[in-house]
């Protein structure tokens, strides 16, 4: 399984960026999916997450009401929509494969990462 992370780019506080993950791989449709961000010098963090059948997603107390994530089956690719953006939001955005874990926002409960894509939020 691969991942392709792609949308990221400069935007100013309070715009919006849509981020893509498209996956490879036929059974897209069985994968719980995660959104993750890693800012220079700090751990990798929880964003968003989404259930295998999009019925359930999850959300760091930074970004709900802000971010939404969603899934498109038919072109096996998850998206990050985000809104209202703020400068502490600038980081490399990574999404992946849940493949375990107590938490949904567990770093360690996932695998098969994507090469992540940097977005950066002026002031």
């Known amino acids: 399984v691969q991942l392709q992370a792609s949308g990221g780019g400069l935007v100013q506080a309070g715009g919006s960026l849509r981020l893509s993950c498209a996956t490879s791989g036929r059974t897209f449709s069985s994968y719980n999916m995660g959104w993750f961000r890693q800012a220079p010098g700090n751990e990798r963090e929880f964003v968003a997450a989404?259930?295998?059948?999009?019925?359930?997603?999850y959300y760091a107390d930074s970004v709900k009401g802000r971010f939404t994530i969603s899934r498109d089956y038919a072109n096996n690719t998850v998206y990050l929509q985000m809104n209202s953006l703020k400068p502490e939001d600038t980081a490399v955005y990574y999404c992946a494969i849940r493949i375990g874990g107590s938490t949904w926002s567990q770093r360690e409960g996932y695998d098969y990462w994507g090469q992540g894509t940097l977005v950066t939020v002026s002031s």
């Open positions: 989404i259930s295998w059948n999009g019925i359930s997603t």
